[in-house]
C-alpha cells in the first residue's frame, strides 16, 4: 500500500467564515475528519513566511524569512527587499550566503518520492515553498524541476491568479500529478479566498463566492484521494490555510512616523528599517541604532496603530531570532467589531512604500489578531481520528512533521511536532 500525503490550501480562509452554506465540502471535513480548532499561524502572518514554514517544520526565526518583505544587508546597509521580487532569492543568497536555513520536505524526500507543489498565490510564497529546487515547483511566473531547471511549453502552468486559474490547476494537479505521477508529497495551494479577500469586504458576496470557489476545489482533490483510496494507496489527507484575515481599519505610515519622531534619519536610511507586513512589522537595526531600542519601544508604545512591541527575549516567543539584525517586532491594534457584512476583526495596518494598493475595507493579515491567527486544519486518513474536534495546540509547523510521520521518515530538525492522531476530543460546555 502505497504512503502519499496530499496538501490542499485554502489561502486565507478564516475558520469563522467556514459554514455549511459557503463551504459544504469544508464544513462536512470539519465535521467527518479529525479537525484542529486551535490550529495557528506563525509570525508575520503572511504568505511566503507560511509557505516556508509549512515546507520545513520550522518557525520563521529558524528558516530564516522574516515576513513578506524583510531588511538584507547585500553589503550597502540593510535595505527592506520585497520577498515577492523574482531576485529575492539572489539577493538573500548574497546577504546570508543562502535561502532557508533548514531544509524543506521537497529536499527531505527528494530521494524518496518527490513532492510536487502547484501554486497559484505569489511567486515568492511558491518559490520559498522549496526555494533551491529539491522538487518540482509549478507557478504562473515560472515553473521549475529539480535542480531550478525550467519547466517550458506544456509543462509551464500558464494560468492566472484567482478562481479560474485555481480551477485549471486543481484539474491538473489531481490528473497529472495525483492520478499520473504520484509523488510522496503533492501540495496545491490555492489563491482564494485571499486573492479577492484583499480586494473586497470580508463577508461580500464576492468574498463568499471565492470561498465556495475553493471549497469546490478542495472537492474535487477529495474525490480525487477517495478513488486513490479504493486503489489501495494510503493517503494523508491535509487541508488548511496559512493564516485568516482582518478587514483594515486604516493604513499607518510607521516609517514616517518614525522618521517624524526623530528615531529614524530619513525614509530610506538604512540604520533603522522598518519592513511592512500588513498587520505586523518588524524592525531591524544596524549596531549603531541599536542603542536607540528603548526610545523607539516607548514610542510606538504610545502609538494608537500599535497593538504589541516585542523585543529581546520576547521576540524568540514570537518564533523570530533574537540574534542579527532584528531589533524589534510589532502588531497593530485590532478589535472584535464587525465590518457591514457582519465579520467581526479589524486592524490597522502598517503602510508598504512599495505598493500603491489600498487595503482600507478590504482584508489583511500579517500580524496576531485573533481572526487571522485563527487559519483551519483538519486531517483525513492516515490513522487519524474521524468525526474529532480538538482543541489541543496545533501550528503551521507541524504540518511538516506529520507528513513525514505518515511516510516512516524521521522529522529531526524541526520546530513542530507529529500532530497527535486520537487528539483529545473538545468538551462541549
Ligand atoms: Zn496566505
Known amino acids: 500500500m502505497a504512503r502519499r500525503a496530499v496538501l490542499v490550501v485554502c489561502d486565507s480562509l478564516r475558520r469563522d467564515l467556514i459554514t455549511p452554506d ?36 520550522c518557525l520563521p526565526g529558524t528558516h530564516g524569512l ?10 550597502g546597509g540593510l535595505v527592506c527587499r520585497s520577498v515577492g521580487d523574482p531576485d529575492f532569492r ?18 527531505r524526500l527528494a530521494d524518496r518520492g518527490g513532492a510536487v507543489i502547484l501554486s497559484n498565490v505569489s511567486p515568492g510564497a511558491a518559490y520559498f515553498h522549496d526555494p533551491d529546487g529539491w522538487g518540482w515547483v509549478y507557478h504562473r511566473a515560472g515553473s521549475y524541476g529539480p535542480g531550478l531547471v525550467p519547466e517550458t511549453g506544456e509543462r509551464h502552468l ?21 492520478r499520473e505521477r504520484r509523488p510522496a508529497v503533492a501540495t496545491l495551494w490555492l489563491s482564494e479566498p485571499d486573492h479577492t ?7 461580500s458576496p464576492a468574498h463568499r463566492a471565492a470561498i465556495r470557489a475553493a471549497d469546490d476545489r478542495v472537492g474535487e482533490v477529495l474525490a480525487t484521494v477517495a478513488d486513490l483510496e479504493r486503489e489501495g494507496d494510503d493517503v494523508l489527507f491535509v487541508a488548511c490555510s496559512d493564516h485568516g484575515m482582518e478587514t483594515t481599519r486604516r493604513t499607518v505610515d510607521a516609517t514616517g512616523r518614525l522618521v517624524a519622531a526623530g528615531l529614524k534619519a530619513a525614509p530610506d536610511s538604512s540604520e533603522l528599517v522598518l519592513a511592512p507586513n500588513g498587520t505586523g512589522a518588524v524592525l531591524y537595526a544596524a549596531p549603531e541604532a541599536r542603542e536607540r531600542r528603548d526610545a523607539i519601544r516607548r514610542f510606538l508604545e504610545g502609538e494608537d496603530w500599535v497593538g504589541r512591541v516585542f523585543d529581546g527575549p520576547e521576540l524568540a516567543s514570537l518564533g523570530l531570532p533574537v540574534d542579527g539584525a532584528v531589533l524589534m517586532a510589532l502588531t497593530t491594534r485590532a478589535d472584535r467589531s464587525p465590518n457591514a457584512h457582519g465579520v467581526p476583526g479589524h486592524a490597522d495596518i502598517v503602510a508598504d512604500p512599495e505598493s500603491s494598493k489600498s487595503y482600507d475595507g478590504f482584508g489583511q493579515h500579517g500580524g496576531l489578531g485573533i481572526h487571522e491567527q485563527s487559519p483551519f486544519l483538519v486531517v483525513r486518513g492516515g490513522g487519524f481520528a474521524a468525526a474529532r474536534a480538538t482543541a489541543i495546540p496545533a501550528s503551521l509547523i ?16 524541526m520546530d ?14
Not at 484542529?36 to 506563525?42: E, M, S, T
Not at 513578506?68 to 544587508?73: C, E, I, P, R, V
Open 398 to 413: 507541524d504540518i511538516a512533521p506529520t507528513v513525514l510521520r505518515h511516510l516512516g521518515l524521521a522529522a529531526d530538525g
Open 158 to 178: 500558464a494560468i492566472r491568479i484567482g478562481a479560474e486559474g485555481d480551477r485549471t490547476m486543481t484539474r491538473r494537479f489531481c490528473g497529472e500529478v495525483l
Open 22 to 57: 459557503v463551504a459544504p465540502v469544508l464544513a462536512g471535513l470539519m465535521a467527518d475528519a479529525c479537525s484542529f480548532r486551535a490550529f495557528r499561524g506563525v509570525f508575520p502572518s503572511t504568505t511566503r513566511t507560511s509557505s516556508a514554514s509549512i515546507a520545513t517544520g
Open 416 to 429: 513542530g511536532r507529529p500532530l497527535p492522531m486520537e487528539p483529545p476530543p473538545m468538551t462541549s460546555a
Open 90 to 107: 539572489d539577493r538573500m543568497r548574497r546577504a546570508t550566503g543562502g535561502t532557508l536555513r533548514v531544509p524543506t520536505l521537497a529536499q
Open 66 to 75: 522574516l515576513g513578506n518583505t524583510m531588511a538584507l544587508d547585500e553589503g
Open 197 to 203: 479577500g484583499h480586494g473586497e469586504p470580508l463577508g
